[in-house]
């Protein structure tokens, strides 16, 4: 599982169709593939759903790098949150990684949500060069850890300390020595980040991914 957050264009071409064909079944499956052969099939002579997948995949693979990036401490401390929203289920992480209600939670190698911010679809999962990826949503994300946090009635929006000098200066933050995080803390800095993503990730219109 990933020990980092990046929002910025999606991460290489290895995972371009991948995404393609999600966000088509996405459009397909919330109707907008008839609303865009309504409005543009008569003037278009390419499919106008293909045009609009083609469009959105050209921008995810444009404009900067990163413009977010979010430190989510080590795998160990992924594998804590997992662990708690599981027990807030009621299950077991190994269970949950099949039912869990939260679909867009961060359960394997590889996840990639997308900014399809009126698009409500569940992810998939799919191996990319051998790696387990989650495709979801970035909106998905933010209802899930939204119900989480509801759940959980413990604050977990509650930003711990130093966290907002993460996002705004990874160097400085890094220069600083931080003690451990108690489990508590841990848990707030993870929910955090991953909804800090979600939400940076929607308003830059760059998918959100995490990788080792």
């Known amino acids: 599982m990933g020990t980092s957050l990046i929002v910025g264009h999606l991460p290489d071409e290895s995972t371009v169709a991948f ?10 499956s919330v109707g907008v593939e008839q609303s865009l052969q309504s409005f543009l099939g008569r003037i278009l002579s390419k499919s106008p759903l293909d045009q609009k997948v083609n469009s959105l995949i050209l921008e995810w693979k444009a404009g900067p790098a990163e413009v977010g990036y979010l430190d ?3 795998e160990a401390s992924v594998v804590t949150f997992l662990e708690f929203t599981a027990k807030l289920e009621g299950t077991s992480s190994e269970e949950a990684i099949q039912n869990s209600k939260w679909k867009n939670l961060p359960y394997w190698l590889q996840s990639i949500w997308l900014p399809l911010e009126s698009i409500k679809v569940d992810p998939v999962v ?9 495709i979801g949503t970035a909106t998905g994300l ?11 009635k ?13 996002l705004s200066d990874p160097k400085a933050f890094y220069a600083l020595e931080v003690a451990d995080l108690d489990e508590q803390t841990t848990l707030r800095w993870l929910w955090n980040s991953y909804y800090e993503g979600a939400k940076l990730s929607l ?6 991914w995490s990788g080792g």
């Not at 413990?154 to 993460?166: A, E, T, Y």
């Open 19 to 28: 995404v393609s064909n999600f966000v088509t079944n996405a459009f397909v």
């Open 72 to 74: 989510t401490l080590n």
């Open 126 to 134: 799919v191996e990319i060069e051998g790696m387990p990826t989650l």
């Open 142 to 152: 933010v209802n899930d850890l939204e119900a989480i946090a509801v759940a959980a």
């Open 154 to 166: 413990i604050g977990l929006q509650k930003k711990p300390s130093n966290f907002d000098l993460m």
């Open 203 to 208: 308003l830059h219109n760059r998918p959100l």
